[in-house]
């Protein structure tokens, strides 16, 4: 048995998992203190999730000794691993939409039933409301899931983890969907709850957050264990190097390219969340809107591509008013959207690599039926190549990638659809830094051949780096925009920006 000193909560050793083909981990170790905050960090595809879903009971390990506050550990299911003391934070969400904020938070949990097995709906209303009121979530308890954003999904759960008393936690990228306000309220919880002798294994591709919120960290490459840090004293680029195995050069790679006339133009849109918005996008230009977690950023995009419903407002494509019903009417007339939450929107996960990738652009290619699949089979190779899509093989289903993975597949899709207008919101969401850049030089690549890119990203930096002009976005209302070259020579900041981002 794994010896532990009396500072180590939890340890693992000699951990393998292979997917059929897939050695997805190859006797790894972790070790994790009391209290601690530790980075779990690798590119995509490097096994984190994967080890974390063997912690947690998901998946049984082929191999290895896991060892819990002194004592062997082995769990069959999820339900094992909550009652033990470790909850994880999933980097897929997948609420129950049916079931209201008070069930979710006190679903599986074995304190919460009664004689019978039914929920007392009164008693864990009351419950819920008290954990609300001390998180200062202002919901009620008796809201249903499906009417919650993203990013208060999150939060539900990190809250559902909190109050099962959970002495470890687990938290697989938390912040991507959330906000930089809502990203505070969560680091000062964790803050709290390290005070409080839980430990915490952190998973984000945000390199500043690590180094905001992390005491230690372990590297993964290729689901192999590369080695572990103290966060202190190490740096930004030794942490890449021991990731990604070589130098990665800059995140943001932006190439400058003319930019040419009017392509998109909307006019006075107004819908639930929004109102009053108008912009222009030209050729070859690349439109940034920054903004809060549900200033209405994504609203306006959904109400546009008809996903949503728009009360008022015009919508111009070339100078032509035009109508979207529905995206698959966008796709027709040239105007694509890659979806923030890519399990609703983006992806079919039972399908393949190939089908998911060429599913847009089928209708080019029925017509020659005989050349479509061989070309088919050429284009996905291509764009899975240059993405580093890793997968088994192109005939993989899409849910056995990796979360970043599933992401890069989205993109390459709308992609290879050729659109005259592109909007992607959240991009790079749970992407890692090489893959971030590889992305970025693509949607710098498509601008410059012509194409319009309107970006939704709550990652500043990301829609700084990125932008020709960035349109900023408060309380449902555009407030304010900011040109490339105000970034460049320093007068427009990431303050600056968060101030018009708040309002002022
Ligand atoms: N259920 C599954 N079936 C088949 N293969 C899988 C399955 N789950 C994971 N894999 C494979 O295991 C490898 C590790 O995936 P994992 O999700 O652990 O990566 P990750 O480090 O969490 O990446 P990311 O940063 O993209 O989330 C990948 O090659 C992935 O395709
Ligand atoms: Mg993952």
């Known amino acids: 048995m794994i010896e532990t000193n009396g500072n180590t909560i939890f340890e693992c050793q000699g951990i393998s998992k292979s997917f059929g083909g897939v050695q997805a981990l190859q006797n790894v170790q972790l070790q994790i203190g009391k209290g601690e905050v530790h980075a779990l960090l690798g590119e995509n595809g490097a096994g984190k999730s994967t080890l974390m879903k063997i912690i947690i009971g998901l998946y049984q390990p082929d191999k290895g000794e896991m060892v819990f506050e002194g004592k062997p550990y082995q769990v069959r299911r999820p339900s094992d691993a909550i009652n033990a003391g470790i909850s994880m934070i999933h980097q897929e ?70 109050s099962c008393n959970a002495r470890l936690i687990i938290m697989d990228e938390p912040t991507s969907s959330l906000d930089s306000e809502e990203t505070e309220r969560l680091f000062k919880t964790i803050r709290d709850l390290k005070a409080k002798g839980v430990s915490i294994i952190y998973i984000s591709h945000r390199m500043e957050e690590i180094f905001k919120i992390c005491d230690k960290v372990s590297v993964f490459r290729d689901g192999k264990y590369v080695g572990s840090k103290s966060m202190e004293g190490v740096t930004r680029d030794e942490l890449i190097a021991l990731m990604v195995g070589h130098q990665v050069e800059s995140v943001f790679p932006k190439v400058d390219c003319p930019i040419g006339g009017e392509v998109f133009r909307v006019e006075g849109l107004s819908g639930k969340g929004f109102d009053d918005i108008s912009f222009t996008v030209h050729a070859g230009e690349i439109l940034g809107f920054s903004g809060l977690v549900g200033s209405g950023r994504s609203e306006t995009m959904r109400a546009i591509i008809g996903l949503d419903h728009l009360k008022k407002g015009n919508i111009f494509l070339n100078g032509k008013p035009i109508t979207i019903k529905n995206p698959a009417e966008g796709i027709k007339q040239g105007v694509c959207m890659v979806n923030e939450d890519r399990k609703i929107f983006g992806l079919c996960l039972g399908r393949s690599l190939r089908e998911n990738i060429s599913l847009p652009n ?37 849910y056995s990638l990796s979360g970043g993975n599933q992401q890069k597949v989205v993109i390459a899709k709308w992609f290879m659809a050729n659109p005259k207008v592109l909007i992607v919101d959240e991009p790079t969401r749970g992407v890692d830094v090489g ?70």
């Open 435 to 504: 893959a971030k850049s590889e992305l970025h030089t693509l949607i710098c690549r498509f601008a410059a051949e012509g194409m319009a890119i309107i970006m939704v990203s709550s990652e500043l930096p990301e829609v700084m780096g990125m932008s020709d002009r960035i349109v900023i976005f408060h309380e449902g209302r555009t407030n304010g925009e900011v040109l490339r070259k105000d970034i460049l020579s320093g007068e427009a900041t990431e303050e600056t920006i968060l101030a018009k981002e708040f309002g002022q």
């Open 93 to 162: 969400l997948n609420p129950e939409p049916y079931l209201s904020i008070a069930e979710s938070i006190f679903l599986g949990r074995e304190d919460s039933y009664g004689i019978l097995g039914f929920l007392n709906k009164k008693e864990t209303d009351r419950k819920a409301a008290d954990i609300l009121e001390k998180f200062n979530f202002r919901m009620k308890p008796q809201t249903l899931m499906e009417e919650l954003t993203l990013a208060q999904v999150q939060m539900i759960e990190i809250i559902k983890a909190v």
């Open 362 to 398: 089928l209708p080019a290619r029925q017509k020659r039926l005989l050349i479509r699949q061989k070309r088919e089979i050429e284009e996905t190779k291509d764009a899975a190549r240059g993405l580093s899509i890793k997968a088994a093989s192109i005939e993989s289903e899409v």
